[in-house]
């Protein structure tokens, strides 16, 4: 069974003075345990696409199945994990509470919740830091705290917003690696939105390549994967890896010098469209 | 020369100039040092005035004077201090309490909110202590009450703003992980807005309890019961006993600081509990 | 103007929530019992007599009549003439209380000495009733002379509404002068503007919003003063004074009290409105303010 169907989902946000086509008639398939990441310039409707998947928003049009089941179901029974660009912990819980949080809500004991949440925490490495506050750490230890939140419930799916997005680039690429670490432990299918090639490339199995106004799927590019035996560190240095990033900068770019000289041509000076050239790079 | 890189040397020269002007009035001990060095420059400088210029008791009396008159009527000066202060407790309490509620209504139920929003905006701006000569005629001039409703009022207003904004305050991530996890509304407001809320909430009482305090004397000028330190100041004043009016002036300073440092820490205890900094 | 109809609605509900508390006034007056509702000795709710609640049209209605038999000024007439005196008291206070404010956060910003001297004082003024000074600061009046200039009771008044409006204006323009971001400083310095300059092209727009909050706060203040101070001079022309005088009245009178009362309410009114009219005209320095 699939982890994600969408089907034909068109995504319309009325403002007061027009409406904006978010997402305009997007398919795409995620298969169980597979890793899909969502990349494109800002605009192009991969937080939206990754919103309804959550039923966080609802489609104007179109349909989403979790696991089967229609995306509001598959919410209320807990079918996947949740992160965020922000790490959204609640300041005033320590670092254990706020990985039980998803539990409590559920109605798990009190024994049972702390048992899985000292694991947790052991698994995403801030064993040590379980007594701390969110404000006693650092944004890539936060951000490890919402990815084991995330785990919580040993979801079959993830699904992850720009997590890494807010981090610099060394702390960025180590919880890149212990992300995989973890998703091979696990076994779960994970969507991943992100707006950088490399992460993209790195960490998924296909890379769905989108565009703005209205938001549309342009390519989807297959990943080149070493053997699950290999240090996926090695990756970083390979030949398939520059590969795959030429692909996917390749199929971003066409549409972007595609949209410049539309500009041009449409009468735009051509400072400006040099503007937008630089804005949407 | 990259972006980045000329911006980090412009900021290091910055940086080090800085450093490098940095004054003695910068330093650490001058934060202390300086406020109590005008403080007492101030006081030198009010009880020579007095005596050199040869100014007038009605216009500033010495400071030796209202000290000596708070020394011999200091009896007196607990009791008007006592009544004044149980007024401004009663009234805050009352006040915040009510405020806490309506805004709690408020922020869940629309119409609520869009009913109270204009008068608390308009009592914001509005002298509440007009209303103690009507109080009085309501509830008889013998009765606590009317100064203890012009502070609940008074008080009202700063709690319930804060706390509003706290309840709104709840950050779209934390509603989106709320959804997300399929909790209920009042799950989602019992595990992340009202935690949230809780330092808005004192740091709404600590801005109305000085306001507590100014009222409740204030509101003593407008009659009533004789009791306080509003009308001893007044009736000090009217007999031209004014080292004894500043006295009592003195002792409603006290008060307003006792008020403002017990508020003022329960709310970096709240804040603390939430780790949340209050700016 | 044309309001918008987000406007519109807030005017509406506003009105419906003024309308709510006459309904609450009349059912209690309706429903309450005579002698209030107490608990032992303390009453917790007013007595409901025509005397202690008037009708909301009473009330009304009074401020139509004749303020006294001896002559046929309206209670209106009468309510209107003291707050128009009030305003021009309170604003002279506030113009005075804002200037002096200004000039001493531009001090404070300017000197850190001063800074940190005077500010540890001002944010402790904040929080002791300085109000209670008011008999006190009236007694100047009638009495106090220099040369040719003679000090009057108004401006006893004056004084006590200046140095309310003063503390929130000085506190408030300082935060606004310190707000320009890290970035904005650095790229003054970095083009050799001084502290003039600076304060003229940054800090000054800068701060317009925290001076506008700050003037929201110092014309409530300043307002509340001039009311509370009116009362303790008890000199005659002002709002306060005529609170006062009709609530004494309130024994054979009791609806009359409270068309004073609410002369008192349209007057912060309309000070608030004032403001808002110079938050309109500065609206390009308020683009940063959340809405």
Redesign the interface.
Known sequence: MSAVEVEAVTKVFETRTDSVRALDEVSLTVADGEFVALIGPSGCGKSTLMRLIADLDEPSAGEVRVFGMPARQARLERAYGIAFQQAGLLPWRTVRANVELPLELHGASAAARRARADELVELVGLGDFADHHPDQLSGGMQQRVAIARSLAEHPRLLLMDEPFGALDEMTRERLQGELLRIRTETGAAVVFVTHSIPEAVFLADRVVVMSPRPGRITEIVDIDRPDASADPESMRESDAFFRSVTAVREALHGRDTAAERGATASGATAPEAAARGVETR | MTDTATRQI??GQ?GGRRAARR?W??QGW??VA??L???AAALGVWEAAVHLLDI?P??LPAPSAILDQLVSAIGGIAQATIATGTNALIGLLLGAAVAVVIAALASRVRWID??????VA?I????????A????????AT???PRILVVAIASFVPVFITTLRGLRQV?P??L??M?????SGW?ATR??TL??AVPYVFGGLTIA??IA??SA??AE???GLQNG??SR??SA??QSG?PR??A??VA??V???V??GVTLLAERLASR?????IT | MRLSSRQTRAIGFGALGVLSLAVLWEGYKLLGPAEGISIGETVLLPRTTELAMPHVWDSVARAFQPASSASDELVIVAVAQAAASTLGIAGVGMLLGAVVGVLLALLMQRFLLADRAVLPWLILSQTVPLIALAPLVVAWGGRLQLGPFEWERWMSVAVIASYLAFFPVAIGTLRGLRSPEQAHLDLFRAQGAGWWKTLRYLRLPAAVPHLLAALRLGTATAIIGTVVAEVSTGARGGIGRLIVEYAQSGSSDPAKAWAPIAGAVVLGLVAAGAVALAGLLLHNYRRAEAR
Not at chain 2, 114 to 119: G, I, K, R, S
Not at chain 2, 273 to 277: C, D, E
């Open positions: 412009a900021l910055a004054h009035s910068g001058v934060r300086a406020p060095a005008l403080g007038q009605y216009l869009q009913l109270v929003a204009p008068l308009a914001a701006v509005v002298p509440i202590v007009a209303l000569p009507v109080l009085q005629t309501m509830y008889g009765s606590e009450m950050r991530v934390h989106d992980l959804r997300a996890y399929g909790a799950q595990i992340v935690p949230g309890s000085s305090v100014i004397v204030v000028y407008f009659g330190l509003g100041i007044a004043a009217a004014y009016a500043w009592y002036v409603s300073i008060l307003g600081l008020f403002y509990w939430a780790h949340i900094p």
